[in-house]
């Protein structure tokens, strides 16, 4: 994991709100898509980000793609975060 592809990640709010809904389950993007007021491409193009800092993997099941957080980049990050505790 990038520390740098996971910090660029978190600083945008919609990429942070999407992490927020899929911590309660995983989604399609078209469910993550009507929680925002913007264009599929768009929600498309932050969970590119959030794949790109390994934040969420992608599960293709039946016709739709799930999206679920990937809790281990977290774990690496709060260890990073607490050596300066």
Not at 1 to 26: G, Q, V
Not at 72 to 83: A, P
Request: aromatic share 12%; hydrophobic share 40%; charged share 25%.
């Amino acid at each position: 994991m990038s520390m740098n592809y996971a910090f660029k990640a978190l600083s945008d709010p919609t990429r942070r709100k999407i992490l927020e809904l899929l911590r309660e389950k995983d989604m399609t993007a078209g469910e993550i898509a009507d929680h925002f007021q913007m264009t599929k491409p768009s929600i498309s193009h932050h969970l590119s980000l959030l794949k790109q800092a390994q934040m969420v993997y992608d599960e293709r099941k039946g016709q739709n793609i799930y999206y679920s957080l990937n809790t281990t980049v977290f774990q690496d990050l709060l260890k990073w975060v607490l050596q300066f505790y």
